[in-house]
């Protein structure tokens, strides 16, 4: 399976700011995904990445708000921008290897 | 689209006990189910999965049954330990990798010694 690496872990942001968070997966993969765990819920999809084009995003999810990029098979970036304390969350990206669906750490989100 | 319920939310078990926990979905056309730990801190490990053409998978203290006509499939721990304390999800995915993954509402085990 494949191993995946986010930064940050963690991070406490003011309200109002932008946060990018990366993700960097050991082996090539065609599409990466971007899920939000909000305090003791369940994971939502946010978007799904494929290099080359523009992601995909969820119902209730928009580009503006949260941006990805997806430079290359092993990477991709999330950003929340102009973040509330709603925003605080978990945020984890996930990749397909081995045909089994593989996590990341996460990062944990807090605004303040 | 697809919704995935799972029950129970919280699930007390002595050790050593069995625990079972049950999810239904609702679109006929998902084939892979997988099912997931999280622990406090951590991101969700899978720990089994089954694909719509077995109706059974077991490995060690582990099981999960899929029953395509119900909708529904379930997750058997065996002589639980301490640390099977953790949150459970299950999820329901249409096609066979490469697509997003619908989450339970997560169940909280706690294995009490």
């Known amino acids: 399976s494949a191993v995946i690496s986010q930064k940050p872990s963690r991070d406490i942001c003011q309200r109002g700011t932008s946060l990018t968070i990366q993700c960097q997966v050991d082996?090539?993969?065609?599409?990466m995904f971007w899920y939000r765990q909000q305090p003791g819920q369940s994971l939502t999809l946010i978007a799904t990445?494929?290099?080359?084009?523009?992601?995909?995003?969820e119902s209730g999810f928009v580009i503006d708000k949260f941006p990805i990029s997806r430079p290359n098979l092993t990477f991709s970036t999330l950003t929340v921008s102009n973040m509330s304390p709603e925003d605080s969350s978990i945020y984890l990206c996930?990749?397909?290897?081995?045909?089994?669906?593989?996590f990341g750490s996460g990062t944990r989100l807090t605004v303040v | 689209g697809e919704n995935v319920e799972q029950h129970p939310s919280t699930l007390s078990v002595q050790e050593g006990d069995s625990a079972v926990i049950k999810c239904t979905y609702s679109?006929?056309?998902?084939?892979?189910f997988p099912w997931y730990k999280q622990e406090l801190g951590k991101g969700p490990q899978l720990i089994i999965d089954?694909?719509?053409?077995?109706g059974e998978k077991k490995d060690q203290r582990i099981a999960v049954t899929l029953n395509k006509t119900a909708k529904h499939f379930s997750l058997h721990i065996t002589e639980t330990q301490p640390e099977d304390s953790a949150v459970y999800f299950c999820?329901?995915?249409?096609?066979?990798?490469?697509?997003?993954?619908?989450f339970g509402t997560g169940t909280r085990l706690t294995i009490i010694p």
């Open positions: 996930s990749v397909e290897a081995g045909q089994v669906p593989t």
């Open positions: 990445a494929n290099q080359g084009s523009e992601a995909t995003y």
């Open positions: 999820a329901a995915s249409t096609y066979f990798g490469n697509e997003k993954l619908t």
């Open positions: 679109d006929s056309a998902s084939n892979y």
């Open positions: 082996s090539q993969v065609t599409m």
């Open positions: 089954i694909r719509s053409n077995v």
